[in-house]
């Protein structure tokens, strides 16, 4: 069963403005990643934010952590072109420490209008 | 440069053949796993392995196989016994189980005729 459930599912905005994706995820954490895809091609790393955490940001990408909510969020600010592509919020399950791989959503397509 | 090799990009198998998918990794990374992806779809996992000449069962195992005796190789067989294999394959790797992020291959798309 998918642990990890992204809103929206696609996501259609101007170049310029910023895009917020957010994720839902059951069961306890120990971290959650996102991850970008190009279509086509594999999934890369954006970002890790552990279980005590509440905010990172990383350049453009601001992402928030509310564990009671179990919920999270991705901000991309200043959206560009080039950052059209699915995004994906991943989760390790906290018994496993994320040995036995991460569980994946559906992702969110963002598509960035020039 | 480092990274992971996925062959091939695209495969066209006709039904009741077996394939094996290639994934090489010069990471050094302990841990490595498949993924199949398929429209529109989140990742799910296939077989994963901890450490050489050991693996697990993924969530949806049935039809696949791997093996994993060199740290770098972990090659997936789709058997005849899969009976919906059209997907997307990723394979990824982990500087070990318990720490850090997934590193992707560029996925091998498999098209049963």
């Known amino acids: 069963s998918q642990q990890g459930e992204e809103d929206p599912q696609a996501l259609s905005i101007q170049e310029g403005e910023n895009a917020t994706m957010n994720c839902s995820y059951k069961?306890?954490?120990?971290?959650l990643q996102w991850y970008r895809q190009n279509s086509g091609r594999g999934l890369v790393h954006l970002i890790l934010?552990?279980?005590?955490?509440r905010e990172k940001h990383s350049g453009r990408l601001r992402v928030t952590l509310d564990t009671s909510k179990k919920s999270s969020s991705l901000l991309i600010t200043a959206s560009r072109a080039a950052d059209t592509a699915s995004y994906f919020c991943?989760?390790?399950?906290?018994?496993?420490?994320?040995?036995?791989?991460?569980?994946f959503g559906k992702g969110t397509h963002l598509i960035i209008q020039p | 440069d480092g990274g992971i090799t996925q062959s091939p990009k695209y495969l066209f198998r006709k039904e009741g053949q077996n394939v094996t998918l290639s994934c090489e990794q010069n990471?050094?990374?302990?841990?490595m796993y498949w993924y199949r992806q398929d429209p529109g779809q989140g990742l799910r996992l296939i077989y994963y392995?901890?450490?050489?000449?050991?693996?697990q069962k993924g969530d949806i195992a049935e039809g696949y196989s791997v093996s994993r005796e060199k740290k770098e190789s972990f090659p997936l067989t789709v058997t005849s016994a899969q009976k919906n294999p059209t997907a997307f394959y990723l394979c990824?790797?982990?500087?070990?189980?318990?720490?850090?992020?997934?590193?992707f291959g560029e996925g091998s798309r498999l098209t049963v005729l």
């Open positions: 991943a989760t390790d399950l906290y018994s496993g420490g994320g040995a036995d791989g991460l569980t």
């Open positions: 934010i552990r279980s005590n955490e």
């Open positions: 069961t306890s954490i120990n971290n």
């Open positions: 990471l050094n990374h302990d841990a």
């Open positions: 392995s901890q450490i050489v000449n050991d693996f």
């Open positions: 990824a790797s982990k500087v070990s189980p318990f720490l850090g992020e997934l590193f």
